[in-house]
Every structure is written in C-alpha cells, then in structure tokens.
C-alpha cells in the first residue's frame, strides 16, 4: 500500500513533468531549449571544451615564454597545446555564444572548417562562426532548428534604413540596411515565398519616413494591396516607362540639390532639407524585358537604360532598388545583367536548376550556390542571402498574410511622404483610405453626453 502511494505521489509528478519537457521539446522547442538545453550544454561545453579542441585540430603549441612557465613555474613537465582562450559565454532564448580569442597560428577559416565537428561534439543544431573583429570570433550554437517556427527577435536594428525582414539561421535577424547594400535582387522559382519575402520588407518600410515606389507589371496584384502607404504604383510597361523616367528626373534634381549644398549624399544634408529617401519595389522583372513589337523593344531598352542609370548613380540621391524576380540572367536580353551586377544584396529562394542559382548568387558567394540547390520544397520562405562582402547565411521570414500587410500599409498611410515629381503615379484609393487619421482627443469624452 504504502509503495503504491508512494509511486503515486513521486511517480506521478516525475511522470507528468517528463511528459511536460517531452511536449515543450515538440511544440515550443524556446522554452525546452531554456529549461533544459542550455544548462546541459554549457555544462557540456565547459567539461568537454579543451578535448574537443585538441581533437578537432583547433589548438597550436602555447609560446615558449609559456612553456617555460609551465616547466619552471608550475613545475608540470608535459607542456599541453593550447585552445583559443574563452573570453565570453552568454546564453540566449534560442542558442548559446561564445567569444574566443585566437592564439597565434589559428584563423578564423580554422574555426569555421570545424563548425560542423564542433556541433556534434556539443550536441546542437548549429554552429555558426563569426569573425567579430581581428583575432576574435563568435562561435553562434542554436540549439535547435529556428527557422522551423520563426520568431524575430524583438529588437529593432538601429539605422534609418533598416529593417529586420527574417531569421538567420544562426538565431539573429536578417536586416536589410539600405544604406550598406543600396540594391538588392530577390529570386525564386513559384510558391517559393518571394512575395513573403517582399510584404515583410513592406512591412518594415511601411514604418518608417521613407518613400514607396510600386512596379507591378502583374496588373498590381501584388503591390495593390500596399497603395495607402505608396506614393506612386506602376501596374502595366507603359506606366513603368513613364514613372521610371520621372525616378531618373527626381534623382537628377536632388543631384543639383546636392551640389548646391557641396555634399556627396543626402544623409549629409540638415534633416530640413533632405528630401525623403525613395524605395522603388520592382516585382516580375522578367515582365520589363518582354517585347511582341519593335515598338516594345524600344520601350524596354529606354526602361533597362533607366534602372542601370538609377542602378548606378542613385544611391547618392537616396533612390534604392529592390528587384524581384524568378530568374534573372542574359537570357532575358540586352542590359540583364548589366542591371543584375548594381543590385548587390541577394535574397535566393529555391530555384530550379543551377543555372539560377548561378545567377543569384554565383557571382558573389560561389559557395552557396550548393546551398540554394538544396533548399527543401516542402519549406518555402527559406531563402540564401548573401552580400558583397561574400557572406551568406540561410534565412526565412515571419508568416504574414496579405491583409495583415495590407493593413499595416493601410495604419500608416500617414506616413507617405509627398513628392510632387511623382504625384501623377500616386494610386488612386477609395474615399478616406490614405488619409492622416483623424487627431486622437487629449480630453476623454464625458459619458454622459457621449
Ligand atoms: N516564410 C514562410 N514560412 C511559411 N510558409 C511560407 C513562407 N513563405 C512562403 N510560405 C508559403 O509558401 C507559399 C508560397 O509563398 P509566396 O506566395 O510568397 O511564393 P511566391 O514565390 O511569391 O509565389 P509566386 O511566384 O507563385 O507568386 C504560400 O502558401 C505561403 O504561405
């Protein structure tokens, strides 16, 4: 009796809370990872680290200055190699990060080269190696996968430019700064999660003072929903000729702006003067380049023309490009990839073949080409991106639906600047829509008259 009630009251909420860690380790692998898998692994990572250093070929000979301490001083005859020195640990809500100082004769490549030997000595999802600053990396662990449930981290990157559009995969958002990478492609084959991609980064645009410029050849299907919050909309190749002309006009006027005030860019304008920076959405970008007539042809020479000149002297002017598109190579004919070498950042969905992912990012970061191929088609949103720099990472985006973009266009319309260069493109909305909403009272109404 007494052992059946003793099973009873141990075994019961032993049980139940096994069940419970079981459940969280399924459904909410964050709070798993917290009550469970961090304290294990930086248990495992502070008993096992110089061992698994020493075998993953990642410790060098210590100085002779050491050695001689050590024989002489510590009175130890056998001299150890050593491992780079651990100089931070901070644990997260989805990994932990650890900050090594790298003796001489290691380098950040070394590190890298054993990512993959590191994750399984430490029993994570991933090691993500970073090179913070010279002598210095930043080993990234996740403890589990982040990009199946993604949830941004709350933060909101610093910058007047920047947005936080995904998740890394090594747990730390993917933020688009204009003013470090001015233009951007974004490429995938269908269903692949570009539009996705896009109505987050309209999203995080829609917050901030900036202008939006809409090319939708699709007949606006996409970028309709977005018109509160746009300051002008192409939908078909003619309006797209004629609003890129007006672009090319508007940054040759801030040109002159610029000149008159002698300075090389509009961040270095008084905020008073500076005109608002312009953010021109480009979606299907095959659509610009198709042509049945000899009148066509010469429309989209004169549009190609326009985006490399916008491509290469808008920066300056605060115009930036961000190109959508499902391929993007010299198959789609003269300027193609003229225009693609302006467009830097590189967001690559899964593709289908090696062509495109060759286009995408093969110029570069050669070796993430391998990556795109094998993005699963059963997970659309995860994407390679990738920069100048030549550093990539896999990423996916937040769900968000149409009309949760729509809306939070729709909440700040008040936000759309005012360019008179572009007020004959601005869309046309239903009465009241894109209006500044009406100013909240200070003075609570009294209920009794209300
Ligand atoms: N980050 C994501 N997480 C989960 N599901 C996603 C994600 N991105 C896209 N999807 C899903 O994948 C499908 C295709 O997404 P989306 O419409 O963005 O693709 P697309 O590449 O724009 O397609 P198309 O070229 O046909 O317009 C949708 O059902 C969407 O819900």
Wanted: charged share 20%.
């Amino acid at each position: 009796m007494t052992d059946v009630a003793t099973l009873w009251e141990v075994g019961l909420p032993l049980a139940g809370a096994a069940g419970g860690l079981g459940y969280a380790k399924v459904r909410a692998p964050q709070v798993f990872w917290s009550l469970v898998g961090l304290p294990v692994t930086r248990v495992r990572f502070a008993v096992t680290y110089h061992a698994t250093m020493d075998v993953c070929g990642l410790t060098v000979q210590p100085s002779r200055l050491r050695a001689f301490m050590v024989r002489n001083i510590a009175r130890r005859p056998d001299v150890q190699p050593v491992p780079p020195k651990v100089r931070r640990i901070r644990g997260t809500s989805t990994g932990l990060r650890v900050t090594l100082r790298l003796p001489a004769g290691l380098e950040p490549a070394d590190v890298m080269a054993a990512s993959e030997r590191l994750r399984h000595a430490w029993g994570v999802h991933s090691v993500n190696v970073t090179e913070t600053k010279p002598g210095f990396v930043e080993l990234r662990m996740t403890g589990y996968d982040v990009l199946n449930r993604v949830r941004m981290p709350r933060r909101r990157p610093a910058g007047p430019m920047t947005v936080s559009v995904a998740l890394r995969e090594d747990g730390t958002a993917f933020v688009r700064d204009y003013l470090k990478v001015p233009h951007a492609l974004t490429l995938g084959a269908n269903q692949t999660g570009k539009s996705m991609y896009q109505r987050n980064l309209v999203a995080g645009l829609a917050r901030l003072p900036v202008a939006l410029v809409g090319i939708d050849c699709k007949r606006g299907v996409e970028h309709r929903g977005y018109a509160p919050r746009l300051s002008a909309l192409a939908t078909t190749p003619e309006e797209a000729d004629g609003l890129l002309n007006v672009l090319v006009g508007e940054m040759e006027d801030r040109f002159d702006l610029l000149s008159d005030y002698g300075v090389a860019d509009i961040w270095a304008l008084h905020e008073d003067v500076r005109p608002a920076p312009v953010v021109v959405l480009l979606d299907e970008v095959a659509e610009l380049f198709l042509t049945a007539t000899k009148k066509d042809e010469e429309r989209r020479d004169r549009m190609v023309t326009q985006l490399i000149r916008l491509g290469q002297l808008a920066r300056a002017a605060g115009i930036y490009l961000e190109v959508c598109g499902q391929r993007f190579g010299s198959d789609l004919g003269k300027g193609a990839t003229a225009l693609r070498a302006q467009l830097t950042g590189r967001v690559v969905h899964r593709v289908n073949d090696k062509q495109t992912a060759e286009m995408g990012v093969g110029d570069i970061a050669p070796d993430a080409v391998v990556t795109v191929l094998t993005i699963p088609p059963d997970r659309p949103g995860i994407a390679v991106a990738g920069d100048t720099s030549g550093g990539w990472s896999r990423i996916r985006t937040p769900q968000l639906s149409a009309a949760e973009a729509a809306a939070i266009c729709l909440a700040h319309a008040h936000l759309t600047p005012d360019l008179p260069s572009l007020a004959a493109y601005r869309p046309v909305l239903p009465d009241g829509i894109g209006a500044a909403p009406e100013p909240v009272p200070l003075v609570k109404p009294d209920p009794a008259t209300a």
